[in-house]
């Protein structure tokens, strides 16, 4: 196992271990952050752990274009039943997500030192939130990394049935338009699975992220034409 220390590094994805653990320690800054998505890699750790960081094969993804509605889901945003917005409150987002209690999880891996990297990746225009309101309520949402033409997610949720749901459908058509290559979903879950999730092999997956670095990352505050309720 690979212990980080003060220099910028990483070792390469192929020589994580089985589960996808590649390497400990090291620190949150935001050029190590950088250094580690760009490159297939991702912290998650508890509270009291060290530094974790993960690169599983295969990995979970979703094509922007890909993303699965339903029907029951296609009336609901035909309708426009929740506000979707971008950016607007991406603090809350982060408390929302560490908050949600999930099953077989006890506790939250999203502790004050992960939400205060994220903060920083988000006043820095590389980190955003998508969000779902009902009657001035934020009910769901989700956030993630965005650099060049790829979005690495990182967590959602929802406090009202289809809220993340409809962030993620929105996430995709905003996406699709801007020719993104993927939502980088880290692992496999039923719920990304039914929206339209699907494995990819760790090497094409660093293929597309070698293409990927020579793309111009969308930075700053998204404003895609948020969606009114009803309108």
């Not at 800054?29 to 998505?37: F, G």
Request: aromatic fraction near 12%.
């Amino acid at each position: 196992m690979y212990w980080l220390d003060k220099h910028l590094i990483f070792p390469h994805p192929q020589y994580a271990d089985a589960e996808g653990l590649l390497a400990i320690g090291g620190d949150l800054s935001l050029s190590r952050l950088l250094l580690a998505y760009e490159n297939g890699i991702f912290p998650w750790f508890n509270e009291g752990d060290p530094i974790l960081w993960w690169s599983p094969d295969p990995r979970f993804i979703l094509y922007p274009s890909s993303v699965k509605v339903s029907k029951s889901m296609k009336r609901i945003v035909r309708k426009r039943y929740f506000e979707i917005r971008y950016d607007t409150a991406f603090i809350q987002v982060l408390d929302a997500c560490a908050s949600i209690p999930r099953r077989g999880q006890e506790g939250t891996w999203l502790i004050e030192e992960m939400k205060e990297a994220y903060i920083e990746l988000h006043e820095n225009g590389l980190a955003h939130s998508v969000e779902a309101w009902l009657d001035g309520e934020l009910v769901g949402g989700l956030y993630g990394v965005s650099l060049g033409r790829c979005f690495f997610g990182e967590s959602m949720f929802a406090k009202v049935s289809n809220a993340s749901k409809a962030c993620l459908i929105d996430l995709g058509q905003q996406l699709a338009q801007l020719d993104f290559l993927l939502i980088d979903c880290q692992i496999h879950t039923t719920h990304l699975e039914r929206m339209g999730g699907e494995y990819m092999d760790r090497d094409d997956f660093l293929a597309i992220l070698e293409k990927n670095k020579s793309l111009p990352t969308l930075k700053g505050k998204w404003q895609f034409g948020n969606k009114q309720r009803g309108s």
